[in-house]
């Protein structure tokens, strides 16, 4: 006889919008559901429930036909650099597939939008002709951005692009990202753990705790007034150079509930240093994301009383 052992909600009520050119920073610890989040934008994940708008269409009610259309103004970059491209092509195949596919261009007019996208992310013209296991992390990430933006596309969803290259590359990279995205008017999803390295690229940013949204702001605003606990020690955990500068790092305690079958109230309660003083509200009423002020949302009791 099988047994039901409950069902893990990998994604749970989470609502943002991403306005055109725009760059929105999703953030949040490994398994908190922000690659999930992003592949169900894309339907590589068909979602359960909810809806997807992109420029004014519900993606969930699309057929197959469709939505191969769409997916011509959504792109992706993936995180690992290595197991995205595929090692038996070209980096002219690669980067010249999905123009293919669309039947957007072919002979002498593909060569030359194929040149064109490898001088864009700074590649050289010569590297066509090579497999992808003779470059670096950094230079196949690269060849993953240039694929990604062969259909012009204008929402890119960015997987932690950069979490699998060294810090001097990652530094490349994301002002490669940060000058495309200017250049040609792209709007992203920007989603990584390191809040330094989302600070640097979005505008605005949302913070993720065990598949929901716990807080969302500008990135000005996110880090001169954090108002959600979990906020507050993501924060206090990037590092400071200044060794005589007084930062106070906050430590959670306890453990990481199970994503099955949660507890009633806020899924952060246990780790949360402000829970004794609300009470049994934070143990048995699950907050809703609010507006506390100039568009700044958070989902805390203790916020938004």
């Known amino acids: ?5 409950g069902y893990l909600h990998a994604v749970d009520d989470v609502t943002f919008s991403i306005h055109k050119q725009e760059v929105f920073g999703l953030v949040g610890e490994s398994g908190c559901g922000k690659t999930t989040i992003g592949k169900t934008i894309l339907r590589l994940y068909e979602p359960t429930e909810g809806n997807v708008i992109f420029e004014g269409k519900e993606l969930s009610r699309l057929n197959k036909e469709e939505m191969q259309k769409t997916r011509k ?6 995180q690992d650099p290595y197991s995205s491209l595929n090692p038996r092509m070209t980096v002219h195949d690669i980067i010249a597939e999905p123009l293919r596919i669309y039947r957007i261009c072919e002979g002498k007019e593909l060569e030359e939008r194929v040149q064109e996208l490898l001088q ?5 013209s010569q590297y066509a002709r090579r497999y992808p296991h003779e470059f670096s992390g950094g230079q196949r990430q690269r060849i993953g951005i240039a694929r990604a933006l062969a259909l012009n596309p204008k929402l890119i969803v960015c997987d932690e692009p950069v979490s699998a290259l060294d810090v001097s590359v990652q530094a490349q990279v994301l002002n490669l990202l940060s000058d495309l995205q200017e250049k040609l008017g792209l709007s992203y999803l920007f989603i990584a753990h390191d809040m330094s390295v989302v600070k640097h690229i979005s505008n605005r940013m949302g913070i993720m705790y065990l598949g929901k949204l716990v807080e969302t702001a500008s990135k000005e605003e996110l880090y001169s007034n954090p108002l959600h606990p979990y906020t507050q020690a993501l924060l206090s955990a990037i590092p400071v150079p200044d060794p005589e500068r007084n930062h106070q790092r906050i430590i959670l305690k306890g453990d990481i509930p199970s994503p099955i079958n949660p507890d009633a109230g806020c899924r952060f309660y246990k ?7 609300m009470g049994e ?6 907050p809703e ?13 203790r916020c938004t009383i």
């Open 1 to 5: 006889m099988k047994r039901d052992s």
């Open 73 to 78: 103004s959504m792109q992706m970059i993936f």
């Open 120 to 124: 864009l992310v700074e590649l050289n």
């Open 271 to 277: 780790r949360c240093q402000y829970a004794k003083e």
């Open 281 to 286: 509200l934070c143990s048995t009423v699950t």
């Open 289 to 301: 994301l609010k507006d506390v002020g100039s568009g700044h949302m958070a989902a805390c009791h």
